[in-house]
């Protein structure tokens, strides 16, 4: 059920081609079960990411759980119960991001604490985000809202994780899938390999590629908040961007493994995009490509934070100029 006025309206969602009631508003809770619904959940992300092996995928949007809560309490136990899939049965998905939209920003901060407790998803800060508000008019946090889901990352992953036969392809040849992407004029893309593929690799290399529908920047960190960028621009004696890497994640004593951000923006176009895929004519069409990724079974013990850690690396970024496309 969807609450639309002040007046006591409701609305009903009809699938226009199916005529299934998609929210009906007999469907109306009257309390908040976190378990239950992470319950639900589970199942669903474990057979997209499964399909996502199966198809190769080398890039995707990142998965976002929404939890509105304004006007419910979370009951004791099943507090308890939300807190241990977090930290259980959620571990299967490190690119998991949570919103909660609560006027009970306490008990939300209190579940995804997690200081103390190795978990897959860190930094904290990046993958559990509240807004707090009281307010069921959605004016006083759309901003909020908007903004922090526009700044989550899309996912760039190493494909065929699952059986031990595709870990073994993954590791020993420098598969290089292409992740097509379009930019819009005034909209950054950001994208983030996770920690967990970077554990125990040789040499990383993730390109950004021209498709002459005009010039881009990319920029690359290792910050979720995106700062301290390393960006270089592409023009028309560059149309290729390399971001290369050497023992970024060795599993030594003393060494973090951090996650790899990169964001990207239009600088012109050519206004030539006319394929389906395309939206609007002055879109950019960018291929990004990645190798040397390992499945995140492949890794072997946690590190600590070493200082400094990402000006040593990004000396390892080049870019050159594609002489085959010219």
């Not at 004016?139 to 699952?162: E, G, M």
């Amino acid at each position: 059920m969807i609450d639309i006025s002040i007046y006591g309206s409701h609305i009903s969602v009809v699938n226009g081609q199916t005529g299934e009631f998609m929210v009906n508003r007999t469907n109306n809770p009257s309390t908040l079960s976190l378990s239950a619904s992470f319950g639900s959940i589970i199942p669903h992300l474990s057979a997209q990411l499964d399909n996502e092996r199966s198809y190769r995928t080398v890039g995707a949007s990142s998965p976002v759980i929404m939890v509105i809560s304004q006007n419910q309490r979370v009951a004791q136990n099943d507090f308890e119960s939300a807190r241990r899939m977090l930290t259980t049965s959620f571990e299967q998905f490190p690119d998991l991001y949570f919103v909660f939209l609560t006027n009970d920003a306490v008990t939300f901060s209190q579940l995804t604490d997690f200081t103390s407790v190795e978990h897959s998803r860190f930094p904290f800060e990046e993958h559990y985000k509240i807004i707090e508000s009281s307010s069921v008019d959605p004016q006083p946090f759309t901003d909020l809202l908007s903004t922090t889901l526009k700044a989550i990352p899309q996912r760039l992953v190493a494909p065929f994780c699952r059986s031990a036969a595709n870990r073994d392809t993954w590791r020993n040849v420098n598969i290089r899938e292409d992740y097509e992407q379009y930019l819009s004029p005034n909209v950054e893309l950001r994208y983030r390999i996770n920690h967990r593929f970077l554990w125990n690799t040789g040499d990383v290399g993730i390109q950004f590629q021209n498709a002459n529908y005009g010039e881009f920047t990319v920029c690359g960190t290792m910050n979720h908040q995106f700062t301290d960028l390393a960006c270089h621009k592409t023009s028309s004696d560059v149309d290729t961007v390399w971001f290369n890497f050497t023992g970024l994640c060795s599993g030594e004593a003393g060494s973090e493994c951090r996650s790899l951000y990169f964001l990207v923006q239009m600088d012109e176009s050519n206004m030539r995009c006319l394929e389906d895929d395309c939206r609007y004519p002055d879109q950019v069409r960018i291929n990004i490509k990645h190798q040397g990724l390992r499945c995140p079974t492949d890794r072997s013990g946690v590190g600590r934070v070493v200082s400094g850690w990402f000006i040593w690396v990004i000396v390892g970024l080049i870019v050159f100029k594609n002489l085959g496309n010219n």
